[in-house]
């Protein structure tokens, strides 16, 4: 089985350039998290899909971070314009299930994209 | 709020020697607690989980957790390390039945084990 799979594992860019992240997650995984790590520092909560749907996207930074996952299958996380504080480490993670992260559920996550913004 | 402290971020130990991984977290309601390890040029792989009843959990690997209710504390440890235990480790709560389905990381412990 395919794990959960994200793409570039890194990208240089310039500040004020636009950056997109790809995941893919494990097939037939409802939801999909996006998480982030600014160096040395805790992993960050972004948002949270159920298929197609944001169920909660209150880490969301601010209005340059947008986030889409069309026909509930994979999702890109786009950053336009990039500034010099989104560099980081940005996870994806799948789970199975509803809305709710059951004590049951187990999280799978991707080796994540290293980001940074120069 | 949540909040998960890891106090420690490196952690240098020698080949065989015990160690112990400190975390903390702060919570209102009941919480599920997580440990994660992150291999180098890896995404992260969970551990071991308490969820409810022993609080003496064990992981993958040889490793345990014990939690602490009144200490509100969920350490790590293994009895004997081995060079492959080099990691990161993060520390991880969730709230017990909340409609947010989220987990809350700390900031993550750094093992390196020495030969």
């Known amino acids: 089985e395919a794990g959960v799979t994200q793409f570039p594992s890194h990208s240089v860019i310039e500040k004020g350039q636009t950056v997109t992240l790809r995941c893919d997650p494990i097939s037939g995984h409802d939801n999909l998290y996006w998480y982030r790590r600014v160096m040395g520092k805790e992993i960050k909560f972004l948002l949270h899909f159920v298929k197609e749907s944001k169920q909660d996207e209150s880490g969301m930074p601010n209005n340059r971070f947008l986030a889409e996952r069309t026909g509930g299958t994979y999702s890109t996380l786009k950053v336009q314009p990039a500034e010099l504080e989104d560099s980081g480490v940005y996870f994806c993670?799948?789970?199975?299930?509803?809305?709710?992260?059951?004590?049951?559920?187990?999280?799978?996550f991707g080796s994540g994209t290293q980001l940074s913004v120069l | 709020a949540q909040s998960v402290t890891q106090l420690d971020s490196q952690v240098p130990v020698f080949e065989e020697a015990p160690v112990e991984l400190r975390c903390n977290y702060s919570?209102?309601?009941?919480?599920?607690l997580f440990w994660y390890v992150q291999y180098p040029n890896q995404g992260l792989q969970l551990l071991l989980k308490y969820l409810s009843g022993s609080t003496l959990v064990k992981g993958i690997n040889g490793f345990e957790a014990e939690f602490n209710k009144s200490q509100t504390s969920f350490h790590l440890r293994k009895p004997s390390v081995h060079i492959s235990d080099t990691a990161e480790y993060f520390c991880?709560?969730?709230?017990?039945?909340?409609?947010?389905?989220?987990?809350?990381f700390g900031s993550g412990t750094r093992l390196s084990i020495r030969p």
């Open positions: 991880a709560v969730s709230e017990y039945d909340s409609s947010a389905s989220k987990i809350i």
């Open positions: 919570s209102s309601v009941s919480v599920y």
């Open positions: 993670a799948s789970s199975q299930g509803g809305q709710v992260l059951r004590a049951n559920e187990k999280l799978f």
